[in-house]
C-alpha cells in the first residue's frame, strides 16, 4: 500500500516537473517605435559602454529605433516571455500599432532572434515589413542594416 501510494505521488508530481522546466520565466515588456515607413531589419545593441539606459514607459522598456533600424543600449537583454509592443511613430509622434502574428494573417514583425554581434555585444533583431517583403527581401538582406530602399519596398501607407 505504501508502494502505492509513493507511486502515485511520483505520478502527480512528475508532469509538474516537467511543466514547470518548459516555461520560461516573465520579463518586463518592451515597446518598440519604429520610424513610420521603414522596412527592413532592426538591430538592437545592449550592454554598450556609453550608451544610455532604456527607459521605461507605462511599465515597458522604450526602444526608440534610429532611421538607420539601430539603436545602442548599455541596458542588458532581459531572458524570459512577455506581450511587447510594436509601432511605427512619425515625426509629430503619432503611434500606428503594428502586429507580430503567424503566418498568413497580415503580420509586420518577424524572425526576432538574439546573439552576439563581432564586438561580443549581445544583440537582438527582428525583421520589419510585410510577410512577402520578408520573403522577397528580408533573408537577402542578412548582412544588410537598414531600409529597402523605397522603389523597391511595396508598403504603402
Known amino acids: 500500500m505504501k508502494h502505492r501510494a509513493l507511486m502515485g505521488v511520483w505520478f502527480a508530481l512528475l508532469p509538474l516537473a516537467f511543466f514547470s522546466q518548459q ?13 513610420d515607413g521603414y522596412v527592413g531589419w532592426v538591430n538592437v545593441y545592449f550592454e554598450v559602454r556609453d550608451a544610455p539606459k532604456l527607459p521605461v514607459e507605462e511599465g515597458r522598456y ?5 532611421p538607420s533600424g539601430e539603436l545602442s543600449t548599455s541596458s542588458r537583454l532581459e531572458g524570459g ?4 509592443d510594436y ?3 512619425d515625426k509629430q509622434d503619432r503611434r500606428r500599432r503594428l502586429e507580430s502574428t ?8 518577424w ?4 546573439g552576439s554581434d563581432h ?3 549581445t ?3 527582428f525583421f520589419v515589413g510585410t510577410e512577402e517583403q520578408l520573403k522577397q527581401y528580408g533573408f537577402k538582406m542578412e548582412k544588410q542594416v537598414g531600409p529597402i530602399p523605397a522603389q523597391q519596398s511595396s508598403l504603402r501607407h
Open 62 to 66: 522604450l526602444f526608440r529605433i534610429s
Open 87 to 89: 509601432y511605427y511613430v
Open 123 to 125: 544583440n537582438l533583431r
Open 111 to 114: 524572425a526576432e532572434s538574439t
Open 81 to 84: 516571455i512577455a506581450k511587447d
Open 23 to 35: 516555461c520560461e520565466p516573465a520579463r518586463q515588456p518592451s515597446r518598440y517605435l519604429i520610424p
Open 102 to 109: 503567424g503566418w498568413d494573417k497580415g503580420g509586420m514583425i
Open 119 to 121: 564586438k561580443g555585444n
